[in-house]
Every structure is written in structure tokens, then in C-alpha cells.
């Protein structure tokens, strides 16, 4: 007698997030205070950065101990988060909060045709400044009328002379075109949404030491790359409303102040970056504390519950 036994398949389908929560990578600088390492429960000292969303090949943010958001995103069968954009495209975005005790060196940034020789995206970036000091500015801009000005001023150290400052308070909106002359000054706390990349180039670091020698200067970049006269920044697009910070071609920023539960939906988001910059709550049931940050699938609903301020970034 032959006995015939029919097995079913007890495989589980596999459970598809829809929502997940980010652990971030942190970066040591020479200018850093202290406030990372407190906000985040760090040992170690020096944190300037805080890589809160980045899928950055060795610098990534971590989804569990045991998997980067690089990772997820390069897994063709994670399409469905990123409706089928991770299939074409490296991850677009980066979001850090910077903590400037000391001023950062003034630096520029390549736009996408400088920097593809160096297989990189260019680097547009925008800053929301979660807190700074009284009466403080930034650096942004120049006031060389040519190349050969702007070279002069910088040989021969005119710094007061060649670069222009902006006043800046809380909750101030900047946006930073790439081939922007800037620096972030002293006592700035500040949320950075960008695209990821990782070049930058200093044209002057106050000749300060770091573990005993100079930080290298990037000269021949900063002259190819920068606007003489200064850039215009009239043509771009800048909303500085409460909500829409920035809509434009790289990337959206939105900020939203939410009140009790409310339940959005970004229907022009390839996916959805959130990250908590006030109080706390929960974003699809999950516990969203200060600085948290999450990504959330194309098409998904974001129930927001508690009253909380949230930057939304996107690509479209």
C-alpha cells in the first residue's frame, strides 16, 4: 500500500515593511560641540554630525544592527518602497544635524556636471536652523566681481573684504545652491537636507589646527566652481511659507505642525523622509521622539499623532 501524503506549504509570506525607523551614522569634526552625543547617548566625543537619513556607501544609517538603509534600498525586492526608483537611481537624499560649537571652514559645494568626474551627485543643500545664538549669521556669499578678484582676495587673505554674512535666527529656512560660497558659524544647531554626496571644498579654515595639523584647503575646485560675480539667487524656486520650505527638481521640504492625530499623504513623493525636529509622538503607531527619523513607502498614509513638528523631504 502506497501511502500518499500531501504536505501544504507552510512558508509565511514575507512581511513587507511599510514603514521603517532609522539609527543614524555620526561623523567626528573638528568644530563640533556637544549636544550630538547628549541628544543621542554617544560615548564618543567631537560628534559634529548626526547622518540621521543616508544611504551613503560605508556611512549609511542602519533600518536593525544589522542592516543599512544602502542595504534595503539596493534589494530589487524593496521596489515597492521606493516605487521601482531604487531600480535606476542611487539614493538621492541626505539629512544630518550638524552641531557647530566653532565655525565651520567656508566651503563650496560641486553642482552635478563638476562632480560626476568623481562618480558623485552634486551637493544642493538647505538648512532649517533648529537653534543658534543671539544676534548670530552665516557666511553666504561673495563680493569678488571676477575670477581674478576672487583670487587675489584670497591670496592675500582679504576674508573681511571678500565674504558677505547673513543674519540668521531659530527656525530660519536657508537655501545653499551648489557653486554657493558659505560657512556655518559658531553656536548653530541645524537640520541639513541635501543631495548625497560627500564633497566638499574649503577655501579657508581660520589656519586652525586639527590633531596637530591643517585640514587641507581645495583651491583649484573652489576657483573652478565659483560664480563671479556672486550668484542670483532670484531664480530659484524658494517658497518660505510655513509649510512648503522648498519644491524644486532635487528635492521638497516641507514642514508641519501637527496637532492631535492627523493623517497625511504626499501622492507626488517617490517615498517619504520624516524626521521629528520638536516634542514627540507617534508616526503610524511607532514611537517618534525628538530627531527620530523614519522613511515611509510611496502611497502610504502617514498618521501623525501628537502635538509635533516634522520636516518632510522627498523627491518626486
Not at 560615548?43 to 544602502?70: M, R
Not at 532635487?250 to 493623517?263: A, C, H, P, S, V
Request: charged share 25%.
Amino acid at each position: 500500500m502506497v501511502t500518499v501524503l500531501l504536505i501544504k506549504n507552510t512558508k509565511k509570506k514575507m512581511h513587507k515593511p511599510k514603514i521603517l525607523k532609522l539609527l543614524p551614522h555620526f561623523e567626528y569634526r573638528v568644530w563640533s560641540g556637544d549636544k550630538i552625543k547628549t541628544l543621542f547617548n554617544l560615548d564618543q566625543e567631537k560628534i559634529g554630525e548626526a547622518w540621521i537619513i543616508s544611504a551613503l556607501e560605508n556611512k549609511s544609517a542602519k533600518i536593525s544592527e544589522n542592516q543599512t538603509l544602502l542595504q534595503f534600498y539596493q534589494d530589487k525586492d524593496n521596489a515597492y518602497f521606493f516605487n521601482s526608483y531604487n531600480l535606476k537611481n542611487e539614493y538621492p537624499l541626505l539629512v544630518k544635524i550638524i552641531d557647530a560649537k566653532a565655525d565651520l571652514s567656508v566651503q563650496i559645494h560641486p553642482d552635478d556636471a563638476y562632480a560626476k568626474q568623481f562618480n558623485s551627485l552634486g551637493k544642493t543643500e538647505c538648512w532649517y536652523i533648529l537653534d543658534t545664538k543671539k544676534n548670530n549669521q552665516i557666511v553666504f556669499g561673495h563680493q569678488a566681481k571676477t575670477l581674478d578678484q576672487f583670487k587675489s582676495m584670497v591670496d592675500h587673505k582679504q576674508w573681511n573684504d571678500l565674504l558677505l554674512t547673513k543674519p540668521i535666527k531659530k527656525d530660519h529656512f536657508i537655501y545653499v545652491p551648489s557653486k554657493k560660497l558659505h560657512a556655518i558659524k559658531a553656536d548653530t544647531l541645524i537640520y541639513e537636507l541635501q543631495q548625497s554626496s560627500d564633497i566638499t571644498y574649503r577655501v579657508y579654515d581660520y589656519d586652525r589646527l586639527d590633531q596637530g595639523k591643517k585640514r587641507e584647503l581645495h583651491l583649484e575646485h573652489v576657483f573652478n566652481l565659483v560664480d563671479c560675480p556672486d550668484l542670483d539667487l532670484s531664480k530659484e524656486e524658494i517658497s518660505n511659507t510655513s509649510d512648503y520650505l522648498v519644491a524644486n527638481k532635487l528635492f521638497n521640504l516641507i514642514k508641519i505642525e501637527n496637532k492631535d492625530q492627523n493623517t497625511y499623504k504626499f501622492d507626488d513623493a517617490q517615498w517619504v523622509q520624516l524626521t521629528v525636529i520638536k516634542n514627540h509622538g507617534t508616526i503610524n503607531n511607532l514611537q517618534a521622539n525628538l530627531y527620530d527619523s523614519f522613511i515611509i513607502a510611496h502611497n502610504e498614509p502617514i498618521v501623525i499623532k501628537g502635538n509635533l513638528t516634522c520636516l518632510i523631504s522627498y523627491v518626486k
